[in-house]
């Protein structure tokens, strides 16, 4: 895939002010970024009750305006169904159903009936638990209520297991979505999976080499004042360059070859997500043995390291491989820990 048929969205997470919106869609221009649609946040579902929850109705205004001055379609998050009819009295050119709607049969039906009265271009974003009926079910509504066209945005899911990104990718989810629905595109939010600026280029070059059809980024001409998702919102001259360095390559025809990627981008985050653990396990090391100096108590442990053992013989205990390979990782590790421990005073 070529940039000029990549569809990216980019704009402010929230419409916060009219002068916030111009600022960040003229540095966008500017910087001759391609983009497709500006987005912004008009309603804002938040967790925090206290948090910025959009400027609501006005702010359809200004994007409005944004769309009228720089001639760019522009796009914003519906919540209720009565919000499709002003969205199209303002212009909008596409809603999208956030993480949180999607996530609701009812809700999306509500929003499906009045795309039905008011025809609208629906981007639907992944419900927040890896589900991939419910999606598929907010798909199937969207296209039995005749919206004119429905695409998807992947913006990973919530998992406790998750402690490198904000959001899980399972890749392996949009991907069965793409086989269920072979002319869907799917557009790719690396800015929610990251939740922090560092990684967004990873996702999003990982998204287009899965062949994924375009990116939705964040982006702010102030992120650090920015009243919603500061972290996760890059400038307008950082877009760019985020752009201008990444890889557009010919979708992935073979089946072997994306199922190859496919576990070896899974191997890697995990291995990822393994060496920040140890590196935390280390600092915890530190701390302890600081904890035994000060109270005059022997480094090694003997009773404490064999609960630690034992722990580990009910993983996988019918694999004989990764048992005898836990127990050449535990010595290392045990060692490794007693010679942290021997170097802090």
């Known amino acids: 895939m070529e940039l000029e048929n990549c569809i990216l969205i980019a704009g402010p997470c929230a419409a916060e002010t009219a002068g916030q919106l111009e600022t960040t869609a003229k540095e966008i221009f500017q910087n001759r970024v391609p983009i497709s649609y500006f987005r912004a946040g008009v309603w804002k579902v938040r967790s925090n009750p206290k948090d910025f929850s959009g400027a609501g ?11 009228e001055k720089y001639q760019i379609p522009v796009c914003t998050e519906v919540i209720r169904g009565e919000q499709i009819a002003w969205c199209v009295e303002h212009g909008m050119d596409a809603v999208w159903i956030g993480a949180r709607t999607t996530v609701n049969p009812f809700l999306v039906q509500e929003i499906a009936e009045a795309v039905q009265q008011h025809p609208i271009k629906v981007f639907i974003k992944n419900p927040i638990t890896p589900d991939l009926k419910l999606w ?14 429905v695409m998807v945005i992947h913006r990973g899911f919530q998992n406790n297991s998750e402690n490198l990104f904000r959001n899980a990718p399972l890749w392996e989810i949009p991907i069965a979505l793409k086989t269920e629905f072979p002319d869907l595109k799917i557009i790719c939010d690396p800015s929610h999976i ?6 967004i280029p990873e996702i999003a070059q990982l998204a287009l080499d899965y062949g994924f059809d375009g990116l939705m980024i964040e ?50 985050h995990i291995d ?10 280390m600092q915890l090391v530190d701390q302890l043995a600081k904890v035994k100096a000060k109270h005059n108590l022997s480094i090694i442990q003997p009773d404490q390291w064999k609960k630690a053992m034992e722990k580990y013989q009910h993983v996988a205990p019918e694999d004989a491989l990764f048992q ?17 421990q021997n170097k802090v005073k």
């Open 219 to 268: 982006t702010h001409h102030d992120p650090k004042n920015a009243l919603s998702d500061a972290k996760q919102q890059v400038t307008p001259l950082e877009l760019k360059q985020l752009i201008d360095n990444l890889q557009f390559k010919s979708k992935i025809t073979s089946e072997m070859e994306r199922d190859l990627m496919l576990l070896r981008n899974q191997i890697a």
């Open 57 to 67: 109705v006005p702010s359809l205004q200004w994007l409005k305006e944004i769309k």
């Open 194 to 199: 990251a939740g922090n600026t560092q990684f």
């Open 136 to 149: 598929i079910g907010a798909i199937e509504r969207m296209i039995k209520a005749g919206a004119p066209e």
């Open 272 to 281: 990822t997500q393994v060496g920040g653990l140890l590196f935390k396990r």
């Open 324 to 340: 005898q390979f836990i127990r050449q990782y535990l010595e290392l590790l045990h060692q490794a820990s007693i010679d942290r």
